[in-house]
């Protein structure tokens, strides 16, 4: 079992923060095929400071899901922790800080992956969330800035220092982005050096990833993101359908969520995007991609997910 502080997880299998994909359906979802722990979407400091209506939206939350981890970013100390104060009528499990994400509307603010370019001012946020936190408070970052400066030990330790409960690694470096292979060695030694749990992320495509480098790695536990995409089974040993009848459940319970939880008319290309991925590595998955796309509306979606078997 990995254990976060008081909490125990199920499963060390954790549903990463995605944005635009990992909102309620999604981590519903995912939990009921087997994740330990599911993470909300990014949420900007500034926008719950600031009440914006969309960011209290991804906020939105049933016990179905929990636990739940709420992950913050921006580049403020005294707004992070003001955020993390406004958090607590929301009552997560834990509340996760993000330091990893490479988009340039983050880090162009000092936020994400380029908290790793200023590690004072990255302990300085994580010691401000802490002391306002009333859960246990955990880090997402990479393995450093580029190949020359790989610095994942050092500030893993940093965060730990600082009062971090667990960290996770994400095994490329801001300069990869999402291209490349994930270095999952550098995974293992931040493992060795800290006394928190570790959580390796990148590359995880199903169950069987997953627990090949928690052994690999001596990892605590796992965080799966792009893999999960159309892919809950990612979650539960028994891996992935082969077949169309196989997916359809799956597929059709995804949707059953979405429109009880979601404004699908209003979130009609967001729904499409997800459900086209379910059809990958299908034979003729095009068709079926193409399918889903020339659907005017989400009751036309269902009935013709609904027809295909």
Known sequence: ????????????LILAPLAGYS???????????????????????????YQQAGTLAMLTSISEERPLS????????????????????????????????????????????????????????IQAVVKEATVPVTVKTRIGVN????TAVEFAQMAEDAGAAAITVHGRTWAQGFTGQADWQTIALVKKKVSIPVIGNGDIENYQDAQDRMAE?????????????????AFSADGRPASLAGLLPGVRRHLELMAEHLPTERMLGVIKSQIGRYFRDLPHSSHYRQLVFACPDFATLRREINALG
């Not at 079992?1 to 060390?12: A, F, N, Q, T, V």
């Open 147 to 150: 190949s020359d400066r790989i």
């Open 217 to 233: 790695s001596g990892c605590d536990g796992v965080m799966i993101g792009r893999g999960a995409l159309g892919n809950p089974w």
């Open 70 to 125: 709420i992950q913050l970013f921006g580049a403020d100390p005294m707004v992070m922790a003001q955020a993390t104060a406004l958090l607590r009528p929301f009552k997560p499990e834990l509340i996760d800080i993000n330091m990893g994400c490479p988009v340039r509307k983050v880090t162009k603010r000092g936020a994400g992956s380029a908290l790793m370019n200023t590690p004072a001012l990255a302990r300085q946020i």
């Open 1 to 12: 079992m990995l254990r976060i502080g008081p909490l125990g997880l199920d499963s060390p």
């Open 23 to 49: 909102d309620l359906p999604f981590r519903l979802l995912c939990r009921e095929f087997g994740a330990g722990l599911v993470v909300s979407e990014m949420i900007s400091c500034h926008g719950l400071v």
